[in-house]
C-alpha cells in the first residue's frame, strides 16, 4: 500500500495552493520532492505557479528532477531560475524547453555536479553555454538530436571534470571525424564512463580513446562495425581497469585476425556483451572468457559457435562467479535444454537469467536451480518468454524464487490464473511483470497478483482479453507505485477506469492502450449492493462480476 509519507505528499500536492506556509512547514528534500509530483502529474498549471514559485521554489533547493510534462517549458524555467540557488543536480526529460529555458536554469550554477538534458529535442548547442562548473561530473545529453560534435566540445571545454559522459541518440550526421579526439584530448584519464550512439565509433576514434583515457572502466561500443582488432588491442592494452565492455554487433570481431583480439580482454572485466557477434571459433570464445576470472555478467545472444558443449566448457570454468545470464534469442538446433543443464549445475551465484524467444528450450534442465532451497531465493530477475517452456518449470520458479523482482512470460500460453496464485502467494517484492498475450489470465489472477504484489511498478497485459476494468481498479487501489503499464487490445477497458489509475498512483503513469473497434463512450459504474465495478451499457445484462442483472438504480457513477 502506499506509504504514510507517499499519501502525505500525494495530499499536498493536490491541495498546495489551499495549505498556508508550505516554505516554512516542509524540509527542503520534501519540497524537491513535491515540485517533481506536480510536472510527473502535470499540476503545473498556470493558476498555482505562483503559489509554487513562492512556496516551493526556496533558495535550498539543491535538486530538480522534472520529466515527461509539457508544462515544463522555457517560461516555467525562467521563472525558477535564480543564481542564489545552487543547485547540485539537473535533470530535465521530454519537457518542452529549447535553448532558453536550459540558459536560464543553468545560469551562474557553480556547484552543479550532475546534467541531465535527455530527449530535448530542441536543444542545440547554443543552450549548453553557461554550464559551467567545476564539480561537474556527469553529463548526459541522450536523445538531444539538434547537438553537434562542436556542441559536445564546448560544453566539455568548460566543464574538463567530466567523469561520466552520455551522448547517445544525437543523430549520427551531427558528428565528424574529430568527435572522439576532442573527447580524449579534452577529458583524459578523468573519463571513466563513455556512451555514445551506435555506428560512430571506428578505429581511429577507439585508438585515440584508448590512448588517452587510461581510467575508463565502461565503455559502450555497441553496434560499431568498423572496430578491428588493432584498435582493440589497443583498448585493451591500456585501459586496465575496465569493468564493463559492450561488444555487441562489432561484426569485424568475429573474423580472424580479428577475433584474436578478444582474447586480450581485460581480466578486469565484469560485464561483457558480445551479442550478434557471429563467431565461428568456439576455441577462442572458451579461451577468451575462461582467462575472465572476475566476470559476473555475460551476454551471448546471437553467436553462432555456441552449442551445448561450448556453453557447458564455458560454464565449468565461470559459472560459479556469475551473476547474470543473457541467451535471449537464441535458436541454434546444436543448444538445447541439455546445454542448460550446465546452469543448473555449476551456477552457484546467478540472479539473472534471460532466455525470451529461444524457442528449443523447455527448461527442464533448470529445475534442479529453481527448486534449490539456497540457490532459488536468489534470482530475482527471469525472462523466461519461450514458446516450449514447460508449465511445471514455471511453477517451480512462482513457488521457489521468492526473491523475484523482475519476471517475462510474453507469449507463454501455458500462463494462467493457477499460476497467478502462486506468483500471488510467493513473490512479494515482485515489481515488474510482462504476461502479454497470455490469454488465460483473467481478472482473477491479475487482481490476485495485484493484491499481493503490491510493489508492482511495470505491467505488460496487452494481448490478454479477458480482463476487464476490474482488473484495473485492482491494480489502482493496491499498486500506488505503478509506472507503467501496456494494454493494447484489451478491449474491455475504458479510458475513465485508466483516468482514475492515473489519478490513484503516486507518480506518473506511462499507459499505453491500442484497441482497434473499441466501443466509444464507455461509463463505469459502482454496484451499490456489491461494491463492484461495471459499464454502463450493460445495464439489464448479467456482467462477469455482477451476481445478476442490474438497473441504473443499482448503479452510481465513477
Known sequence: ????????????????????????????????????????????????????????????????????????????????????????????????????????????????????????????????????????????????????????????????????????????????????????QTLGPKLKELHFAPHTMDDAGLSVIATSCPNLEVLDLYGCPRISGDSMLKLTQNCTSMRKLDLSYCVRLSQSPDNQSLWTLPVTLTNLSLCGIMLDDKEILVEALERLRNLQTIRLCGISCLDDETFTKIMEKRGASLSEIDLSGMRKSDFTDEGLRAISQYCTSLEILNISMCHMFTGDTLLPL??????????????????????????AAATHCHGLVFLDLGGVSCVDDHFMELLARNTPKLQRLGIKGCSKVTDTGVCTVSGSCQNLAFIVLSGVNNITDKSIFCIANNCPYLQEIYLNGCKQISS????????????????????????????????????EFCRVDTIGYTTPYSRGRISRDDLIEV
Open 1 to 184: 500500500m502506499k506509504s504514510l509519507e507517499d499519501s502525505c505528499i500525494h495530499c499536498i500536492m493536490n491541495h498546495v495552493q489551499d495549505i498556508p506556509n508550505i516554505r516554512g512547514k516542509l524540509p527542503r528534500i520534501y519540497k524537491e520532492l513535491l515540485l517533481t509530483r506536480l510536472s510527473e502529474h502535470n499540476l503545473l498549471t498556470p493558476n498555482i505557479l505562483g503559489c509554487v514559485n513562492r512556496e516551493l521554489c526556496v533558495n535550498s533547493l539543491q535538486h530538480l528532477q522534472l520529466s515527461h510534462c509539457s508544462q515544463v517549458n522555457d517560461q516555467f524555467l525562467k521563472s525558477f531560475a535564480n543564481t542564489q540557488r545552487q543547485l547540485k543536480t539537473i535533470l530535465i526529460e521530454k519537457c518542452d524547453v529549447s535553448d532558453a529555458g536550459v540558459l536560464a536554469v543553468t545560469f551562474k550554477q557553480k556547484s552543479l555536479e550532475s546534467l541531465v538534458l535527455k530527449n530535448l529535442v530542441q536543444l542545440t548547442p547554443k543552450g549548453l553555454g553557461n554550464v559551467k562548473s567545476s564539480s561537474l561530473h556527469t553529463l548526459n545529453l541522450k536523445g538531444c538530436t539538434l547537438m553537434t560534435s562542436r556542441g559536445i566540445l564546448s560544453v566539455l571545454q568548460n566543464n574538463p571534470d567530466v567523469q561520466v559522459l552520455h551522448v547517445a541518440g544525437l543523430g549520427n550526421h551531427k558528428y565528424d571525424d574529430q568527435l572522439f579526439s576532442i573527447i580524449a
Open 370 to 395: 529453481l527448486e534449490d532451497p539456497a540457490r532459488a531465493p536468489h534470482l530475482y530477475k527471469l525472462f523466461l518468454s519461450s514458446k516450449k517452456i514447460n508449465y511445471d518449470v514455471l511453477c
Open 496 to 531: 475513465t477506469t485508466l483516468q482514475y489509475l492515473k489519478d490513484c498512483c503516486v507518480s506518473s503513469v506511462y499507459i499505453q492502450h491500442v484497441t482497434p473497434n473499441i466501443a466509444p463512450e464507455q461509463l463505469m459504474a459502482k454496484n451499490l449492493d456489491t461494491g
